[in-house]
């Protein structure tokens, strides 16, 4: 049995990405490798959520008085959502592009947009907090990631390019807006919660927080739309097309901040060591997000489709994996790190008794938890444990294409 289980794993492990090419011809790789990167680092930012002993005393971002450390540990993982957020854009491009059926198109945009927002408020909800009366409802990247295939269904049949200009003037008015007086816009709280961070106490103890406003984030699925085309084009231009692209974001990102009064409401300020500076320079605001943040990150995200599009070994081969089945990976995330949560606190002497899961993911006040080295063992434990997991889904999902309910997670 041991033998048999040993033999089929490695079996899995060096003939699934020729078999799952071979089927798939139509697939990108770089676009699969760069999202399973992203995942990867996804991960580490809830074990760091979840497991680390200081996750409770303040923002990890916090300038002065945070250790550099811990700070790139949080700011890398900024690279995550808006990565996973516009290249969910390209995907539903591609994907209409192979069907050419817009009635099909749409139907499907409707009804996973639908699907996301459910999953949001219930079997995420629940891998986050464990907390069975749902007191703590969050809009997060799920959900937003939904709301913009709402959008995009009402939208996508308009020319790329179109699309392309609408999200680009939309995210430029939107950074205007945010420099603007408070009152001067004059917007009811409902309103700003589709441009901003809102918490919404609809009863003694339950809350809504919109940590992702809809809008914001629909944006950046437009963009990925509108720029969908150009992954398309031949490799070599298309990897040109991802250098000059990261480069020109990164370059407008280094000249805003620079100037240091536009795209940005978290302005950089010099410290008293050059650790110090470097960190305020790149502390960009995430929520939600600025133009500067946008150009930084999605920046990095087109240098690493250029990397990947020149390079493919046996480590991207393991990305990629990650990356042909995110929500998946995603939604099975949460749940082992929450276990292994729950694992370390017994280990410190806790009880079920002692937890609160309403605001702090089933901790208790006392003090628990990991330093951060401890937090990155336990990010590349629960990687490892999900990489045979997600290649079994992931074998399974794409040979099976009659199983259309597989498109759906």
């Not at 003037?169 to 009152?183: D, E, F, K, R, S």
Request: proline share 5%.
């Amino acid at each position: 049995m041991r033998t048999g289980f040993h033999r089929n794993f490695s079996f899995t492990k060096t003939n699934f990405i020729k078999t799952f090419v071979m089927h798939h011809p139509h697939r990108i790789p770089s676009i699969d490798i760069v999202r399973g990167l992203v995942m990867v680092i996804m991960a580490l930012d809830h074990t760091r959520d979840l497991i680390h002993t200081e996750a409770l005393k303040g923002a990890p971002t916090t300038i002065p008085g945070v250790s550099a450390g811990l700070f790139f540990t949080r700011w890398v993982t900024h690279l995550c959502a808006p990565t996973f957020v516009f290249l969910s854009g390209v995907s539903a491009w591609l994907s209409y592009q192979k069907s050419q059926n817009a009635t099909a198109t749409r139907r499907f945009l409707f009804s996973r947009g639908i699907w996301l927002l459910i999953l949001e408020f219930t079997i995420v909800g629940f891998g986050i907090w464990f907390d069975i009366q749902f007191r703590t409802l969050m809009w997060q990247v799920i959900a937003a990631i939904g709301f913009g295939f709402l959008i995009l269904s009402l939208c996508f049949t308009l020319r790329p390019k179109t699309i392309l200009i609408i999200a680009i003037i939309g995210m430029l008015l939107l950074n205007t807006l945010a420099v603007l007086p408070q009152q001067t816009m004059q917007l009811p709280v409902w309103a700003q919660a589709f441009i901003s961070v809102q918490v919404f106490p609809f009863s003694p103890d339950r809350l809504l927080i919109i940590s992702y406003p809809p809008l914001s984030w629909a944006l950046i699925i437009l963009l990925g739309y509108g720029a969908a085309p150009y992954f398309k084009q031949a490799a070599n231009i298309r990897s040109s097309f991802f250098l000059k692209t990261g480069i020109i974001l990164l370059m407008i990102f280094i000249a805003l901040r620079f100037i240091n009064k536009f795209g940005d409401p978290q302005l950089w300020s010099t410290q008293e060591e050059l650790a110090g500076t470097i960190m305020s320079f790149v502390n960009v605001s995430k929520y939600p997000p600025s133009l500067q943040f946008l150009c930084c990150m999605l920046g990095l995200m087109f240098v690493l489709l250029y990397i990947f599009e020149k390079n493919q070994n046996k480590f991207s081969n393991i990305l990629r994996v990650y990356g042909t089945v995110p929500l998946f990976y995603y939604i099975i995330h949460w749940y082992v790190i929450h276990l292994l949560l729950f694992a370390i606190l017994f280990a410190q002497g806790f009880g079920i008794a002692d937890f609160n899961f309403r605001l702090n993911f089933g901790r208790p006040d006392a003090p628990n938890g990991l330093p951060l080295w401890g937090v990155y063992i336990i990010w590349v434990l629960v990687v490892v444990v999900l990489y045979p997991i997600c290649t079994q889904y992931s074998r399974y999902k794409h040979t099976h294409p009659e199983k259309k309910m597989l498109r759906y997670l």
